[in-house]
């Protein structure tokens, strides 16, 4: 076990330790505390509630992920690439990403009902700026030199999408990835405290109105969790398709 995982596990251990002392003084309806997550946790594990409503969100997120990246990655790619579509295109992509989201949730629901339809264009408007910009940078600062060498070697404009552009924009596209990770939990739950009653979203209302705090934590530490393995894959991810990038954070 190497010392950053031991590190880990001790703040980890230390954090929890806290929590659990703090908790346990605090009225139960205001805040709650480890131990009392976990058994509500294995009593909503043990019903069925908890992986009924997971399925759903996971279900969302996974869609509105994979159109996310394909959009993001298109879009920014053909915007860094040619002029004349970044030109026409940026003025709509920078309003679209100033604009708060939350506030395009009621006119979403509007017009596309409450059922999973509108939960994916609502993840997916929260997902896709993050990847689209970071692509767009990724393929931008592709070096001129670079590019030049290419050229005087013959590349044809695919040879030098697929070998010198596309490769040098991972570092950004998966950069834009695991920021969209982040902003997709948390159009997941807005989208599910707005357009139904299913999810990890209906479980944290469900439970803050019942006043039932520990019952309340388990999706909020779920979503955490999900968080912390969706951006560890991510981590991976790019480890496997950019193996020079490990390289150069050892050195």
Same mark, same amino acid.
């Not at 509108?118 to 700026?129: H, P, Q």
């Given at each position: 076990?190497?010392?950053?995982?031991?590190?880990?596990?001790?703040?980890?251990?230390?954090?929890?330790?806290?929590?659990?002392?703090?908790?346990?003084?605090?009225?139960?309806?205001?805040?709650?505390?480890?131990?009392?997550?976990?058994?509500?946790?294995?009593?909503?594990?043990?019903?069925?509630?908890?992986?009924?409503?997971?399925?759903?969100?996971?279900?969302?997120?996974?869609?509105?992920? &994979?159109?996310?990246?394909? =959009?993001?990655?298109?879009?920014? %790619?053909?915007?860094?690439?040619?002029? @004349? #579509?970044?030109? !026409?295109?940026?003025?709509?992509?920078?309003?679209?990403?100033?604009?708060?989201?939350?506030?395009?949730?009621?006119?979403?629901?509007?017009?596309?009902?409450?059922?999973?339809?509108?939960?994916?264009?609502?993840?997916?408007?929260?997902?896709?700026?993050?990847?689209?910009?970071?692509?767009?940078?990724?393929?931008?600062?592709?070096?001129?030199?670079?590019?030049?060498?290419?050229?005087?070697?013959?590349?044809?404009?695919?040879?030098?999408?697929?070998?010198?552009?596309?490769?040098?924009?991972?570092?950004?596209?998966?950069?834009?990835?695991?920021?969209?990770?982040?902003?997709?939990? &948390?159009?997941?739950?807005? =989208?599910?405290?707005?357009?139904? %009653?299913?999810?990890?979203?209906?479980? @944290? #209302?469900?439970? !803050?109105?019942?006043?039932?705090?520990?019952?309340?934590?388990?999706?909020?530490?779920?979503?955490?969790?999900?968080?912390?393995?969706?951006?560890?894959?991510?981590?991976?991810?790019?480890?496997?398709?950019?193996?020079?990038?490990?390289?150069?954070?050892?050195?």
């Amino acid at each position: 076990m190497n010392r950053k995982i031991i590190v880990r596990l001790i703040s980890l251990i230390f954090v929890l330790l806290i929590w659990e002392y703090y908790g346990r003084r605090v009225n139960p309806i205001l805040f709650t505390y480890p131990s009392a997550i976990a058994r509500a946790f294995v009593g909503l594990v043990a019903n069925g509630e908890l992986q009924s409503y997971m399925k759903e969100s996971l279900l969302v997120l996974a869609y509105a992920s &994979v159109l996310s990246v394909l =959009a993001g990655v298109l879009l920014g %790619v053909v915007m860094g690439r040619f002029s @004349i #579509v970044e030109w !026409a295109a940026d003025i709509y992509v920078n309003a679209l990403y100033s604009t708060p989201m939350v506030a395009v949730v009621p006119l979403i629901v509007l017009w596309f009902g409450f059922k999973v339809p509108a939960k994916v264009i609502i993840v997916f408007l929260f997902m896709v700026f993050p990847v689209l910009l970071n692509t767009y940078e990724g393929v931008k600062n592709v070096d001129r030199n670079l590019q030049e060498v290419a050229r005087s070697f013959c590349s044809s404009e695919s040879q030098l999408w697929r070998h010198l552009i596309i490769p040098s924009a991972v570092p950004f596209i998966v950069a834009g990835v695991r920021l969209a990770i982040g902003r997709g939990l &948390v159009g997941m739950i807005v =989208a599910e405290f707005y357009t139904s %009653v299913t999810g990890l979203g209906y479980m @944290i #209302v469900r439970y !803050a109105n019942a006043l039932e705090t520990d019952k309340l934590f388990v999706p909020i530490v779920v979503v955490m969790i999900l968080g912390v393995g969706l951006l560890s894959l991510a981590k991976w991810v790019e480890g496997r398709i950019a193996p020079w990038r490990n390289s150069e954070n050892r050195e």
